[in-house]
């Protein structure tokens, strides 16, 4: 995960994505998969277009007309946003 990131949003009609800049300057256009919740917070899933399999898990929270990506530092709630998000990708299978 990465630390700091700068965060330029992109939308499409059909398709939201975003530009993550990391620490090192390196820049990776995301596919935003989806928002949800987890005991109260949000959390965003993040598909990067970098021909990995990789998901990253933020999270989320809406300021005025912009957003915000937040590092998940504790490895409990990072394990249950992502016990959320698996189950919520095989419910749409």
């Not at 330029?8 to 530009?19: G, L, S």
């Not at 300021?63 to 409990?76: G, K, R, S, V, W």
Request: one cysteine or more; aromatic letters at 12%.
């Amino acid at each position: 995960m990465a630390n700091d990131e700068y965060v330029e949003e992109f939308e499409d009609e059909e398709e939201q994505f975003i530009t993550l800049e990391f620490d090192d300057g390196e820049e990776v256009e995301c596919e935003v998969l989806g928002v949800f919740d987890v005991d109260g917070k949000e959390y965003i899933a993040l598909l990067p277009d970098d021909g990995s399999d990789d998901v990253y898990l933020y999270g989320y929270r809406e300021a005025d007309d912009d957003f915000e990506l937040i590092d998940i530092e504790d490895d409990a709630e990072f394990e249950a946003v992502s016990k959320e998000f698996e189950r919520l990708t095989a419910e749409e299978e």
